[in-house]
């Protein structure tokens, strides 16, 4: 792939450069909901100015960017310091999954809701009995009439506090083998069946929650993909997840480095020589990191959608920022591990960078699996 950027790719980072420069996002608010509302506020200035969706096609309210140019949108956001769109799983996941499998209704009921930031989605797959192995989830779905009753529980739902849809994936048929028993629904979260129980992370927040679904309802018009088919319409949700915020991360993964830099230069610190190798490794490491993100566009240029190769820059992220945040308490001492500093809430939060989104031994099989072609492991 060529990584210059020509004369339109330019133009769009400009105008991008110059929208973000004439509306920041101001300062992050620490309480929670707070957040969460300056979050969904900064989603709904950027949806004004055209800047919510940029990868989706004009005709669901995107901006038809290509690839490329979706990719400078997550970097430009990144270097800003803005925040990630408050319905960053409607963006990324729920709505290239709906343009993928949902028929015409579905695409004009859902899609436009995501952009403008007023109907926030979560994603229901993980159980207490299945995260890695997703296809041996027990949440059931019985058709009744035209309607779906849905029991079961969901873990780890993230943002669901905040969600009116759900993307929910439920078994509809026992007898098939596992995988082919499964539907993927939109589940409407404002229902009296649907309890959501916040869950309290080693940071202290609670980005995610548990759902207790007791007989909720769901329309018959709200299956995506046809019954039976959950899991292929799942994968296309897993493979959007990894790939789409690659370019996102990295450069967060850049600002923290070049922060600690700082940091680390103010008190003196980079003449010594292993602090200075260390720094080094990192630097080299982010540079993969942002290589690699680019050439996954290859693979969706070529596919049409992401590819495996996602799975590697999920992994490689999470393994770095580990490393960085770690490397930010060796060097700052216990000044990195006082309560409520930016340093300790890296640190914490990146414990689970290696589990969310896939945990990196299940990433590491799929590379080895589908990228390398090494024979399975089962
Ligand atoms: C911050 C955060 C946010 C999340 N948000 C959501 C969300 O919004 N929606 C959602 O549905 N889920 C969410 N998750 C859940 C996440 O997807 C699961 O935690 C993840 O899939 C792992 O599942 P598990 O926790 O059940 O662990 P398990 O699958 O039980 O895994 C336990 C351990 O066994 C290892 N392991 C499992 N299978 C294999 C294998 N085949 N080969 C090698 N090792 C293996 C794992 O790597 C892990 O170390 C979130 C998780 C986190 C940390």
């Known amino acids: 792939m060529d990584l210059t950027f020509d004369q339109r790719e330019l133009e769009f980072r400009d105008e991008l450069r110059a929208w973000l420069a004439d509306n920041p996002a101001g300062d992050p608010p620490r309480d929670e909901d707070a957040n969460y509302a300056w979050r969904r506020d900064f ?23 290509t690839l490329t140019q979706s990719a400078i949108f997550f970097e430009e956001l990144g270097r800003s310091g803005a925040p990630l769109p408050a319905n960053v799983l409607g963006l990324l996941l729920a709505g290239p999954t709906i343009m993928t499998w949902g028929t ?19 994603q229901g797959f993980s159980e207490p009995e299945a995260g890695s192995d997703l296809a041996s989830l027990k949440c059931k779905a019985i058709k009744r009439g035209d309607e779906w009753i849905v029991t ?10 905040y969600s009116k849809w759900c993307m929910l994936v439920a078994r509809t048929d026992f007898d098939a083998p596992k995988h082919k028993g499964l539907s993927y629904f939109l589940l409407d979260m404002e229902q009296e069946a649907v309890q959501v129980r916040p869950l309290r992370q080693i940071t202290g927040e609670s980005e995610f929650n548990e759902l207790f679904i007791e007989e909720a309802r769901i329309p018959g018009a709200n299956l ?3 019954e039976g088919n959950g899991w292929k319409v799942a994968l296309t949700t897993l493979m959007n997840e990894r ?19 700082l940091e680390a230069g103010d008190r003196g610190l980079l003449d010594d020589p292993v602090i ?4 080094g490794e990192l630097h080299v490491k982010a540079e993969v990191l942002r290589l690699t993100a680019y050439r996954g566009l290859t693979a969706i240029e070529k596919y ?37 500093e930016r340093w300790s809430y890296e640190l914490l939060r990146a414990r689970g960078n290696s589990i969310e989104g896939g945990t990196t031994e299940v990433l590491k099989n799929i590379v080895a699996e589908r990228v390398l072609g090494l024979p399975k492991a089962r």
């Open 43 to 65: 989603q709904r200035r950027l949806a004004a100015g055209g800047w919510a969706a940029v990868h989706w096609p004009r005709e669901y309210g995107g901006r038809g960017a």
């Open 104 to 122: 015409p209704e579905q695409k004009d009921r859902y899609l436009a809701p995501i952009v403008t930031a007023d109907e926030i989605w979560c």
């Open 152 to 161: 079961g529980q969901k873990v780890w739902t993230s943002g669901a506090q």
């Open 224 to 226: 995506l993909g046809g």
């Open 243 to 261: 790939a789409g915020l690659a370019f996102f991360l990295q450069v967060r993964l850049r600002q923290l480095l070049d922060a600690l830099l």
């Open 276 to 279: 200075a190798d260390r720094f």
């Open 304 to 340: 049409g959608q992401p590819g495996p190769e996602g799975s590697l820059t999920k992994w490689m992220w999470s393994e770095t920022n580990q490393q960085l945040t770690q490397f930010a308490a060796d060097v700052l001492g216990p000044d990195a591990l006082r309560s409520g």
